[in-house]
């Protein structure tokens, strides 16, 4: 699945529906752009934990 | 040798790991508040509409970039072990200020380009300031607490992108939505 998530053709397949789904996501929530910020920040701090 | 690298990073500061700890989250935030002021004061700098055309281009160049390749832009680096040589506060201090800010060392996921992006989309340095503070927070607290408890996560980076990357996306998208115009 790693392999597979490497290729740029699925990764287009998997990025396009996933933009829109942060829009739409966006509009029926109207949160604010600082909620974003927050959660974002929060997740990537996590993440960088596997940083070799 | 990692392992090394991050108990130094945490050690050496009045013979106190948890002294050294706190002198490294702190810096980290320091760092991270300068970094998401300046973002922010940046963004209410412009006019709104010239703040969401240069958003909304970074935000479509970042997601090319994630489809085109799982690892982004990065200066590919570490801190500077120079600063392990110090054996005092100037090693935690340092440390911290780097992994604060984030760019300046590696940065792994294309999750990470959100923080200064929406940053300066916020358009509030105070705002942006809290939100890349919670970043520093996160990034080198939990190092800071997962090395108090011994705890080490060896690799992994590839599992954590496979998550990391579609959430980036769709926090873009988000973003998108929030920079243009929508009918």
């Known amino acids: ?52 | 040798m990692i392992i090394m690298i991050t108990r130094a990073r945490v050690s050496g500061c009045f013979g106190s790991s948890l002294v050294a700890g706190a002198v490294l989250v702190s810096s980290a935030i320091g760092s991270a508040v300068l970094a998401g002021a300046a973002f922010g004061l940046l963004g209410a700098a412009l006019e709104p509409a010239s703040r969401a055309l240069l958003a909304g281009a970074a935000a479509a160049v970042i997601v090319v970039g994630a489809i085109l390749r799982p690892v982004p832009w990065q200066l590919d680096r570490e801190t500077d072990t120079a600063w392990l040589t110090y054996q005092d506060w100037r090693t935690a201090a340092y440390n911290g200020f780097a992994l604060g800010l984030g760019f300046t060392t590696r940065i792994g996921f294309w999750l990470f380009y959100l923080v200064p992006l929406t940053a300066f989309v916020v358009a509030d340095p105070l705002l942006a300031a809290l939100g890349y503070a919670a970043f520093a927070l996160s990034r080198v607290g939990m190092s800071a607490l997962l090395a108090a408890l011994d705890v080490w996560i060896p690799g992994g980076i590839e599992r954590a992108r496979f998550i990391a990357d579609p959430l980036a996306v769709i926090a873009l998208g988000a973003l998108f939505a929030v920079v243009v115009p929508w009918p």
Request: proline share 8%; aromatic share 6%; net charge positive.
């Open chain 1, 1 to 52: 699945m790693g392999h597979l998530a490497g290729k740029p053709l699925f990764r287009t397949a998997l990025a396009l529906p996933l933009a829109m789904l942060g829009v739409l996501a966006w509009q029926g929530a109207g949160l604010e752009p600082w909620a974003l910020l927050v959660t974002a920040a929060l997740i990537v701090g996590l993440a960088q934990q596997t940083l070799p």
